[in-house]
């Protein structure tokens, strides 16, 4: 509960949506706060359920939800859960058998949402938080699961990409 009596989720529409238009630089330091469990993992459902292009589903099974902040400004919204039981692209490039993949499967984490709100236009900010996410997501996952991961995935709509250049 905020100090006004309101949730976080329920404050969703009071969050600043002034443009954000500047150097990363200028954007440190970031926090990046888990919040699986936590009171605000209602506003990062609500925020991925409004801006993010596939809306937001339930997420069964291990996952891991983090909020980004610029002071208390949430700037973004990034998902990870267990890997998909079966991507061939994946699993060739990876060269396992299936005895490999169903003992190794455990050991990767699919980033399912990365969304940086609409009015953040910050240059380099996907590529810092997927660094830091590279960092931390990893001591997180055993913290909650008890598992080492091996391997980050993510997958990207290239139409998407270049319907944005």
Not at 32 to 54: K, Q, T
Request: proline fraction near 5%.
């Amino acid at each position: 509960m905020r100090a006004n009596g309101q949730t976080r989720s329920e404050t969703v529409h009071l969050i600043d949506t002034s443009p954000l238009d500047c150097p990363l630089s200028e954007m440190r330091p970031l926090r990046i706060e888990m919040v699986c469990g936590s009171e605000d993992e209602r506003l990062w459902d609500e925020l991925v359920r409004r801006y993010h292009y596939l809306g937001y589903r339930k997420m069964v099974g291990c996952r891991l939800k983090y909020l980004v902040f610029h002071h208390d400004r949430p700037i973004a919204a990034v998902g990870w859960r267990a890997a998909a039981l079966k991507v061939r692209v994946r699993d060739r490039f990876i060269g396992w058998s299936p005895v490999q993949r169903a003992r190794y499967l455990k050991r990767i984490a699919n980033n399912n949402r990365f969304l940086i709100l609409p009015w953040v236009h910050v240059p380099h900010l996907a590529s810092h938080l997927l660094s830091r996410m590279r960092r931390q997501l990893p001591r997180d996952w055993y913290q909650a699961y008890g598992q080492r991961l091996f391997l980050l995935e993510t997958f990207v709509d290239g139409r998407r990409l270049l319907a944005a250049s």
